[in-house]
């Protein structure tokens, strides 16, 4: 017995221990490693709550889209339908139809909008889609996971019911120019038909001018608000044109590759060139072609004989608009290209911005 130790004094051995200011630090030390240990689970512990299930990714998803201003479609990369907010149902009297996973060509779309949507590559370019009577402003974008892998396409649709107003600047000169002498004729037809020295058939005949008149200007301001009108404006040379169809020309494959990368995630579509001959002959030949990107220095045929040759077609490719790129220090400015026959001039290295940037301009020139 004399051998067992106390119980009393081992408590009071511990307390002594504690006592020790070296061990005081480390039982310190031990307890802040252990608070931050908890901490940081804790802290993952809330970060592994804010994880979405499949479902709630997708009500999440339709909450988004429900308030969104376009119309919008998620398809998968086989086609297959995979999300359609309200208005897109709304807007293609698909309300009450479930179309989820079902092919785009299965379901009451005008068929040139499915051609539309499976023609064009994501990019971030709008795109003007006339059908019948009917204007749509259509963005197709990349769905990608986090790590870049490809999932199917977003495509926001704007629909609009007028694809001019009477409000626009060209037609609102029209109107002008119609009104003054319809409305002279209506004015003087009615001023004379209060004439007292005017026989019946006389004022019958003005009668007949004047309601005429009216009848007239109404049917003009109809034909200028109709979309048949803007096919016919949109063929005159006072129209913005929409860049689609670019034409690279360059010889060397890297260039090409880099331009045809830019180009086509944006949207356009793309025809490559190796020399200048190749370009000149597909100008020639292709008459959807809305933009030329030409490299000064190129076997076979250089950029200058190229754009030299391309204006002197007789077709309406002659006039198309033609980018010098270039790393050449000959030519540090677009005068002296606008003399042979450019449009403007891009300087090698180059961003991408500078080159979206300057297709735009010539779009808005």
């Known amino acids: 017995?004399?051998?067992t130790p106390n119980i009393h004094q081992f408590y009071l051995l511990n307390e002594i221990w504690l006592y020790n200011s070296t061990n005081q630090i480390y039982l310190i030390a031990l307890l802040i490693v252990f608070l931050l240990a908890m901490y940081y689970i804790y802290r993952r512990k809330r970060e592994s709550n804010f994880d979405?299930?499949?479902?709630?990714?997708?009500?999440?998803?339709?909450?988004?889209?429900?308030?969104s201003d376009t119309a919008d479609i998620i398809i998968d990369s086989e086609e297959t339908i995979r999300f359609a907010n309200d208005r897109f149902l709304e807007l293609f009297n698909l309300k009450g139809e479930n179309i989820d996973n079902k092919k785009l060509m299965d379901i009451a779309l005008p068929e040139e909008m499915v051609k539309h949507i499976e023609g064009n590559d994501p990019g971030n370019v709008n795109h003007s889609l006339y059908i019948d009577d009917d204007h749509y402003e259509v963005r197709i974008v990349a769905v990608t996971k986090n790590s870049g892998e490809f999932l199917g396409k977003?495509?926001?649709?704007?629909?609009?019911?007028?694809?001019?107003?009477?409000?626009?600047?060209?037609?609102?000169?029209?109107?002008?120019?119609?009104?003054t002498p319809l409305n002279a004729i209506a004015g003087y037809s009615e001023l004379l038909v209060r004439e007292n020295n005017l026989t019946k058939i006389q004022k019958e005949y003005l009668d007949t001018i004047h309601e005429h008149s009216h009848l007239l200007k109404e049917r003009i301001e109809n034909l200028l608000t109709?979309?048949?009108?803007?096919?016919?404006?949109?063929?005159?040379?006072?129209?913005k044109k929409r860049i689609r169809h670019i034409l690279i020309a360059d010889d060397v494959p890297i260039n090409r590759t880099l331009l045809r990368i830019i180009l086509k995630r944006n949207g356009y579509k793309i025809t490559e060139a190796e020399n200048g001959k190749e370009a000149l002959e597909i100008a020639s030949d292709t008459s959807d072609l809305d933009l030329i990107l030409m490299d000064l220095s190129m076997p076979v045929m250089d950029g200058i004989e190229a754009v030299k040759q391309i204006r002197l077609l007789n077709n309406m490719q002659s006039g198309i608009p033609i980018i010098a790129v270039t790393a050449s220090s000959l030519y540090k400015n677009k005068s002296?290209?606008?003399?042979?026959?450019?449009?403007?001039?891009?300087?090698?290295?180059f961003k991408e911005m500078e080159l979206l940037k300057m297709l735009k301009e010539f779009e808005l020139n």
Do not use: C
């Open 1 to 3: 017995m004399g051998n």
């Open 52 to 67: 979405l299930s499949n479902s709630e990714q997708y009500h999440y998803l339709q909450s988004i889209a429900r308030h």
């Open 154 to 179: 977003l495509v926001k649709i704007k629909h609009e019911e007028h694809s001019i107003s009477v409000k626009d600047d060209h037609v609102t000169q029209w109107m002008h120019d119609l009104n």
């Open 226 to 239: 109709d979309r048949e009108i803007n096919k016919i404006y949109q063929n005159g040379n006072d129209v």
């Open 336 to 349: 002296s290209l606008k003399e042979r026959g450019f449009n403007g001039l891009l300087k090698k290295p």
